[in-house]
Nanobody, 120 residues
Framework: QVQLVESGGGLVQPGGSLGLSCAVSGTFFEIKTMGWYRQTPGKQRELVATVTEDDIKNYADFVKGRFTISRDNAKMTVSLQMNILNPDDTALYYC??????????????WGQGTQVTVSP
């Protein structure tokens, strides 16, 4: 089983910065992709950014130039640095990891979510 534990998040003023971090633990063969998604009440969960094991990064258009995702394969962590935040970034942010278990079965795991609120 794979567990994801998020840290960071909180309240920040518009224009401010915030960092999120997620640690992966458990037993697995490999983690292919790690990333961050977000969700607001009444809306579907949406992709924010992902990074592969080869450090190929993908960003949603609405965060390009403002957010930076990074991954540490040795520590098996993924971080999201968020700059120039605005109220539309207010959401519950989820960490995600996809890969293969010891039996080479594909898995998708989610963290419990961490709240980010952007408000004056």
């Amino acid at each position: 089983q794979v567990q994801l534990v998020e840290s960071g998040g909180g309240l920040v003023q518009p224009g401010g910065s915030l960092g999120l971090s997620c640690a992966v633990s458990g037993t697995f063969f490999e983690i292919k992709t790690m990333g961050w998604y977000r969700q607001t009440p009444g809306k579907q969960r949406e992709l924010v950014a992902t990074v592969t094991e080869d450090d190929i990064k993908n960003y949603a258009d609405f965060v390009k130039g403002r957010f930076t995702i990074s991954r540490d394969n040795a520590k098996m962590t993924v971080s999201l640095q968020m700059n120039i935040l605005n109220p539309d970034d207010t959401a519950l942010y989820y960490c995600n990891a996809e890969g293969y278990g010891l039996g080479y079965e594909y898995f998708v795991s989610w963290g419990q979510g961490t709240q980010v609120t952007v408000s004056p």
